[in-house]
């Protein structure tokens, strides 16, 4: 089992890591301005499951092969980029539909935390981080290191859950401020749109290992 000076250690590098925004806070704050409070939750709560199956495929070493495979990881990426486009693209063609309710509304949970979910396991970036980072603070001489990656992988999403929760409904209180205005709040949902439109163009746009 881990020691707890490595969990520590680790929690702490983490926290330090994850409170840097990054595309993952851009996502969520996206959603939140075009789907309001509970669609930006939604779609934490899917983007943070999108992570686990990332979690186990490092612990089981598969993570380390997409990784150092460029065709792989090009894939990923640009399947990733092309859905953030077409959700933004979506978002802004329905940002009148906006006005009317809390947009959400009319999305079910399943399918808000499916868009999230694909969003998370197409991230080829947390997967760099998490074959880069994780290793280095598990022990190698207290065994069983596919657990112990996979419980290091854990404090990570959970601390990233929590963490981009606050950012969704930070986001989303601001939409309903500016919800007093339907001109206002259909901009303000385009504005989400075209966030995720420009994370889709960055992510595909940047390096292979970058």
């Given amino acids: ?3 707890l000076s490595h969990l520590v250690a680790f929690t702490l590098t983490a926290l330090i890591i994850i409170a840097i925004p990054g595309p993952s ?3 969520v704050i996206g959603r939140s301005l075009s789907l309001g409070r509970r669609g930006g939750l939604m779609s934490v709560a899917g983007n943070t499951l999108g992570m686990v199956p990332q979690v186990v495929a490092v612990s089981l070493g598969v993570g380390a092969v997409v990784a150092k495979s460029i065709l792989l990881f090009q894939l990923l990426k640009l399947a990733g980029a092309a859905y953030l486009v077409y959700l933004g693209i979506q978002a802004i063609r329905h ?3 906006m006005t009317n309710a809390e947009p959400s509304e009319s999305q079910s949970a399943r399918r808000l935390i499916w868009q999230g979910f694909v969003v998370g396991i197409t991230n080829p970036k947390s997967i760099v981080f998490f074959v880069a980072v994780l290793p280095q603070f598990a022990d190698p001489s207290s065994g069983n290191m596919p657990l112990q990656l996979a419980i290091l992988g854990l404090i990570v999403t959970t ?3 929590v963490h981009d929760s606050l950012w ?3 986001a989303a209180t601001a939409r309903r401020w500016f919800a007093r205005s339907k001109d206002r709040v259909a901009r303000l949902g385009a504005t989400g749109g075209v966030m995720m439109i420009g994370l889709g163009a ?3 746009l940047t390096g292979a290992k970058e």
């Fill in 168 to 170: 969704a409904m930070a």
């Fill in 25 to 27: 806070v851009l996502f």
């Fill in 95 to 97: 940002r009148h539909a």
């Fill in 159 to 161: 601390i990233g859950l």
């Fill in 202 to 204: 960055t992510l595909a």
């Fill in 1 to 3: 089992m881990l020691p």
